[in-house]
């Protein structure tokens, strides 16, 4: 383990998160890091993800999963996280920022990438930008707060987030409301997916109304971004299907640009997908 190396940096939604790790990669970081400056990092997150999904759909170029018949969209969240975990190690970086590792996985996978990150540290400097002191690793020694763009060094990790959880307040109204006939918002009738031999989904029906509020709950690989993303318009499997959004059966006029600009409020968080829909 390199000594006293490690960092765990809490961040809040007025954070400049994408500002700081642009610095700490092209070494123009806080003083606290001017160790980092003559080294090589690499970032671990879900926006360095979106970058090689994005790619292989527009190129079917495959980079990380070169030696795979399989396609990066076909796998679970944490099969995705472990591709690229993979790839980038392949680079031999000095330091390595994690960008809230743990969101989208079940607890079975963020053992294994637990596990796994406590050899990394062994050999290699870990950043960890995080939202929650649970996930926090345990051989971490260092802690800041990022606040817009000023970092303050903790003593210890008895930091709590700045934005604290109420169990009892309003739903938020909606930024402008959307008129539609009946009162499914979503429906799904007997959808299936795969992808070539592997299937996701198979004769999934589901209904959601006016003022519902889903928890949707499985492991890693059971379908749940699939379905979510097929109902937000990022996945073209749902084309074909019976699969109705705001009473219109999609792929019958609507683009995703239309799906889109009615405001959906889409969370993705460990081994549960929150959907709330703020209509009606």
Partial sequence: MIPNA??????????????????????NAYPVFRHLHDLQGALFSKMALDTHLEEEDRHDSKVLT????????????????????????KTKPDFLILDNPFDNLDSDAQADLRKTLKDIAESTILIQLISRKVDVLP??????ELKETELRILKDAHFRPHV???EKR??????????FPGNSLIQLKN???????????????????????WQLVGKNGSGKTTILSMITGDNPK???????????????????????KKNWLFHTGHDRQIHRIPYG
């Fill in 164 to 166: 604290q959880f109420q």
């Fill in 191 to 213: 959808i299936s997916v795969a992808y070539g031999p592997k299937r996701v989904l198979k004769n999934i029906n589901w209904t959601i109304r006016k003022g519902d509020f």
């Fill in 66 to 89: 070169d030696t795979s018949s399989q396609k990066l969209r076909s796998m679970s969240s944490g099969e995705q996280k472990k591709a690229l975990l993979n790839f980038l190690l």
């Fill in 238 to 260: 749902g084309y074909g299907q019976k699969l109705f959004i705001f009473g219109q059966q999609k792929g019958s006029g609507e683009s995703i640009w239309d799906i889109k």
């Fill in 170 to 179: 309003p739903v938020p109204e909606p930024i402008q409301k959307i008129d």
């Fill in 139 to 144: 051989f971490i020694a260092h802690f800041a």
């Fill in 6 to 27: 490690h960092w765990a940096i809490f961040s809040i939604n007025s954070s400049h998160k994408s500002e700081f790790i642009n610095a700490l990669l092209n070494g």
